[in-house]
């Protein structure tokens, strides 16, 4: 499916990641990809970055050459990424991103924009209490009722006494961060939502929240979220409990009956799928839900991943008609072993999908570097 590819985003000495991204199309017809661009050479998740988007005039099918700078980080912050981006029902478009200080603070802010991405207000910090917030890219949705809701999962920090030694993902061997920035794993974490009724002025927490702890001291990590036709929120989460070569883990889910006010207690899904995210998102021309993960069910045939992947690969895409119950049109998207396919984002335009996510892992050991977008018709989706 490699003549599907119509945008690769690689690293550069000045620009050392390519990273979670999301679209919007404007009213002009205009698409835009938005992203995580690390500049400078520190490629974690504690480089320096802004918000940066390339566009199409022609349906996703060709792409701007350069980029235009959407959100920089302020002088206190380590940086800035993970952007979602959201036409409200008023017109406007919301843009949300995180906002990080060091390895213990990161907060999710929103701006907005009634000029079609010119100009932006001024941020709007969702969550008051200063601490680690994680909201994915392509995360924010808009019910059916006009509320704004976002998936969050808090991070606890254990204390400076586990940031030496430095724990690294699997395949990472080279991985170096400045003193004091050095990541904390801070498992397991506490998902709930933030949600607004005011459009996007102010912001409360969910009632309830739900946590699980697994026996290798991992949680319910990453969260999305998806309206389902009865009224119900489905919540999706990775997990970080991948037994022997990446396999083992699952994605787990909970719902909501309330437009994400109370959370049913978490349970493992149909999705079996290493430490990382799946994305979920709803066909506009037939109703019917699109799914993105990596499958480890065994499925399809292929070779078994390589510790530079992260256990990241095959990303598979397939189709429910009947909301998350069973699912079909199973698509083979990427295979390669040496590579890690993750953070997808999802956006649908005239009669086809644009599917972005990380690609990168083989040369640089960086399944984070590169950003690949793919366009595919709903005939191949369905085919």
Not at 19 to 42: C, M, P, Y
Not at 152 to 164: A, I, M, N, T
Not at 170 to 175: A, E, H, N, V
Request: aromatic share 10%; hydrophobic share 35%.
């Amino acid at each position: 499916m490699s003549d599907n590819v119509v945008l690769q985003l690689k690293p550069s000495r000045t620009n050392a990641r390519n990273s979670e991204a999301t679209f919007i199309t404007l009213k002009n017809g205009r698409i835009l990809l938005i992203w995580s661009k690390f500049v400078g050479d520190n490629h974690s998740d504690f480089g320096s970055g802004v918000i940066a988007a390339r566009w199409s005039d022609d349906g996703g099918r060709t792409w701007s050459d350069r980029d235009r700078v959407l959100v920089r980080k302020d002088r206190k912050a380590t940086n800035v990424m993970s952007p979602s981006v959201l036409r409200l029902k008023d017109g406007r478009i919301a843009l949300l991103y995180l906002r990080k200080e060091g390895t213990r603070i990161c907060m999710p802010f929103v701006v907005f924009s009634d000029d079609e991405m010119k100009t932006f207000s001024d941020p709007v910090q969702v969550i008051m209490e200063p601490a680690y917030y994680v909201v994915n890219n392509d995360r924010m949705i808009q019910l059916k009722s006009g509320r704004i809701i976002m998936p969050v999962c808090y991070c606890r920090y254990r204390g400076p006494s586990e940031l030496k030694p430095m724990k690294r993902l699997p395949g990472d061997t080279k991985t170096k961060y400045p003193r004091g920035l050095e990541p904390f794993f801070a498992y397991p974490t506490i998902v709930f939502c933030y949600f607004s009724d005011d459009g996007g002025h102010t912001w409360l927490e969910s009632l309830t929240s739900f946590y699980h702890c697994f026996e290798d001291g991992s949680g319910l990590e990453e969260p999305g979220i998806v309206e389902l036709k009865d009224g119900r929120i489905w919540c999706y989460c990775r997990t970080g409990l991948i037994g022997m070569g990446g396999y083992g883990g699952r994605q787990w889910q909970s719902f909501s009956k309330d437009r994400g006010q109370v959370w049913s207690q978490p349970e493992p899904s149909q999705f079996i799928s290493p430490c990382s995210p799946m994305q979920v998102k709803r066909i506009p021309k037939t109703g019917h839900l699109l799914a993105i993960w990596n499958d480890h069910s065994g499925r399809f045939k292929v070779p078994k991943p390589k510790p530079i992947s992260w256990a990241r690969t095959p990303l598979v895409c397939a189709i429910s008609e009947d909301e998350g119950k069973h699912w079909k049109h199973h698509k083979l998207l990427e295979a390669a072993p040496d590579h890690g396919f993750c953070y997808p984002a999802v956006h649908f335009v005239e009669d086809a999908v644009l599917m972005s996510y990380n690609a990168g892992g083989a040369s640089s050991q960086d399944p984070l570097d590169t950003q690949r977008v793919r366009r595919l018709s709903l005939d191949e989706l369905y085919g």
